[in-house]
Nanobody, 122 residues
Framework: QVQLVESGGGLVQAGGSLRLSCAASGSIFSINAMGWYRQAPGKQRELVASITSGGNTIHADSVKGRFTISRDNAKDTVYLQMNSLKPEDTAVYYC????????????????WGQGTQVTVSS
């Protein structure tokens, strides 16, 4: 089994910054892509950013130039640095990882964290 534990959410004023962290633990053989998604009230969950094990990244157009995803492969941890936050960034942010487990190393499985609330006040 694999667990993803997020931290770093909170309440911040517009223009402020937050850094989210997500640490994976458990029966991990290797981790492929890791990413951050968010879901605002009444809206569908959307991709914010993703990063491969090799460090290739994708950022949603709405966050380009403001958010940066990174990861520490040695710690099985992914980060999301969020700068110049806007009220429309308010959402629950979820960590996602494609993990090959020790018991099934040939087929990656998709895992989610429990979510962390980010609230940006105007």
């Amino acid at each position: 089994q694999v667990q993803l534990v997020e931290s770093g959410g909170g309440l911040v004023q517009a223009g402020g910054s937050l850094r989210l962290s997500c640490a994976a633990s458990g029966s991990i053989f290797s981790i492929n892509a890791m990413g951050w998604y968010r879901q605002a009230p009444g809206k569908q969950r959307e991709l914010v950013a993703s990063i491969t094990s090799g460090g290739n990244t994708i950022h949603a157009d709405s966050v380009k130039g403001r958010f940066t995803i990174s990861r520490d492969n040695a710690k099985d941890t992914v980060y999301l640095q969020m700068n110049s936050l806007k009220p429309e960034d308010t959402a629950v942010y979820y960590c996602n990882a494609h993990v090959r487990t020790v018991t099934l190393p040939t087929i990656p499985s998709n895992y989610w964290g429990q979510g962390t609330q980010v609230t940006v006040s105007s």
